[in-house]
């Protein structure tokens, strides 16, 4: 059985070598910003580190693993900087994309109650793979296993550098309410990923794009009791790259300092029980804001719905952040211009 699952990931791997790549999914899109759109250093107060961990489908050999590592910085209200760290592993380690990538944002203040951004992305990724831990049938005996020298010709490199460059915009806004009010803020963004990449990064096939485009779509409303301790946010975020097509969709729940996640994950917008992808569940714990500093951590769960149910065992995730300066005074000495500034209250998310 493990011979078979090895002799499956393989294949379904070098399939993909030689066709478009697509980027890891994340379920908690909230706890993501950056990843998604390049406009989030503009909309976001402050300074703020992130860490997201994904495995999926660990019941098999080869399972998934994605990890990145943000930052964003608002300097002085007039300009937002991103900088993230990637790698992505497939395939028990036989395919490998590292990337590190820059951001640039530029906010514009429409009014008291609306800020719109503007964001760019240049990257430097390298993909790596080991030709050697690729296993097909043709080495196999009935009788004696892996005896034979495989037919394929491997192409002579196991590496590819490559630059790339992403763009996007963002809103955020709230509604004129007073301070003893519910308060209600949300978010929508468009962001274009891989609008350009060069050299090809593929391994085989020099005509096919390696890291096709992307297209993102996402958008949150946040509504908060007059405390601002309590509070709901339907979010959604939709995905299309090649013939990937995702939509995620899903309501965060935060009773201070405990939050938690439910929603579902569908192959296109269109709803039916055939193109459920997963139910999501999630939860995580925020800690109080002490001096202008907050941190997080959150966990979340996929639970395949598809006809790979049986032997996945789901996806995991695992989510850290930490954010200090959050309201923006210690950026500009124009403290006034800053109170008059969009607060949404960074404990229950700042995307």
């Known amino acids: 059985m493990k011979r078979k699952l090895q002799l499956f990931t393989s294949i379904l791997l070098l399939a993909t070598l030689g066709a478009s790549a697509q980027d890891p999914l994340f379920s908690s899109t909230l706890d993501n910003p ?46 937002g900087l991103g900088f993230l760290v990637m790698s992505n592993i497939e395939g028990e380690s036989m395919l490998r994309t590292d990337k590190v990538e820059a951001t640039i944002a530029f906010p514009i203040k429409i009014s008291r109650f609306l800020k719109v951004s503007g964001g760019l992305n240049a990257g430097f990724g390298q993909k790596t793979i080991d030709w050697t831990s690729l296993e097909f049938d043709d080495q196999y005996d009935k009788y004696y296993g892996k005896v034979y020298p495989t037919s394929f010709s491997f192409p002579g490199f196991s590496q590819r550098t490559y630059g790339d460059l992403s763009l996007g915009v963002a809103a955020k806004g709230v509604l004129n309410r007073g301070r003893n009010e519910p308060q209600v803020y949300g978010t929508f963004g468009v ?132 954010s200090f300066d959050i309201d923006g005074r210690r950026q500009s000495r124009r403290s006034r211009s800053n109170r008059n500034d969009i607060q949404c209250p960074m404990g229950f998310g700042s995307f």
């Not at 593929?202 to 509504?223: C, E, M, Q, R, T």
């Not at 969709?249 to 192959?267: A, C, D, H």
């Open 191 to 322: 962001a274009m990923k891989h609008v350009t990449v060069f050299p090809g990064a593929n391994f085989i096939g020099s005509d096919i794009p390696a890291v096709p485009l992307k297209y993102v779509i996402h958008g949150n409303v946040w509504f908060l009791d007059k405390s601002q301790k309590r509070g709901i946010a339907p979010n959604f975020n939709f995905e299309s790259q090649s013939s990937m097509t995702t939509l995620n969709v899903s309501t965060r729940v935060v009773l201070k300092p405990v939050y938690f996640n439910v929603g579902i994950r569908n192959r296109n917008y269109r709803f039916s029980p055939e193109r459920f992808d997963s139910v999501i569940f999630g939860f995580g714990y925020t800690s109080p804001i002490v001096n202008n500093n907050l941190s997080s951590i959150g966990y979340t769960y996929d639970f395949t719905t598809s006809k790979l149910l049986g032997g996945t065992f789901g996806s995991h995730e695992i989510h850290m952040s930490y």
């Open 34 to 79: 950056l990843y998604y759109n390049p406009a989030t250093p503009g909309i976001v107060r402050g300074h703020e580190y992130r860490l997201n961990y994904r495995e999926q489908w660990p019941g098999l050999p080869a399972a998934m693993r994605a990890f990145n590592f943000t930052s964003t910085h608002q300097l002085r209200n007039a300009v």
